[in-house]
């Protein structure tokens, strides 16, 4: 193998030039380097990686999360009360605007209901309890629709109150 021949005319160009020497006017001193006994060291506590929150830019972040979501509850709840705002009203003025004979008629359409129901439901319970079947189920589930009825006839009647209470 030939190995290329160098020109000897350009040998003083092949090397490095030395690097310029820095000479250092200072006294070596320690005063620059941080000590750790001073409160500027900051440590991090043993459970730092199962915190939940570990940085104050995550803290921050879900500071605004939580805001954001609370501003959209909200405005639901507002939007749900106008809703239920606008159904009360609309209930209201339509049993303000019925008549007396319709408001009188509807009042004891619900006194027949509420009665021919209960009387049904008693009929039923000493039935079941001729035969020794009535069992606590069947009075809870009795007592249980009563309820219900007597609670949607209160909702009722309050709007029928309301609507003939603003009629006067």
Avoid: C
């Amino acid at each position: 193998m030939l190995l290329p021949r160098i020109n000897p005319t350009y040998h003083h160009l092949a090397a490095a030039p030395q690097p310029p020497e820095i000479v250092s006017t200072e006294s070596a001193s320690t005063s620059s380097l941080v000590d750790v006994d001073t409160p500027s060291v900051r440590t991090v506590p043993s459970d730092f990686g199962e915190q939940e929150i570990q940085t104050e830019t995550q803290a921050a972040r879900r500071d605004r999360e939580e805001e954001q979501r609370r501003a959209e509850a909200d405005l639901a709840k507002k939007k749900a009360a106008g809703k239920a705002r606008k159904a009360d009203s609309f209930l209201t003025k339509w049993f303000g605007d019925m008549n007396d004979g319709a408001s009188a008629a509807l009042v004891i359409s619900n006194l027949v209901g509420v009665v021919g129901l209960s009387g049904f439901l008693g009929y039923k319970a000493w039935d079941l309890h001729a035969r020794n079947r009535l069992s606590w189920q069947n009075v809870g589930l009795g007592l249980g629709i009563m309820g219900v009825v007597g609670a949607v006839e209160g909702v009722f009647g309050r709007y029928l109150y309301k609507g003939k209470k603003n009629q006067s």
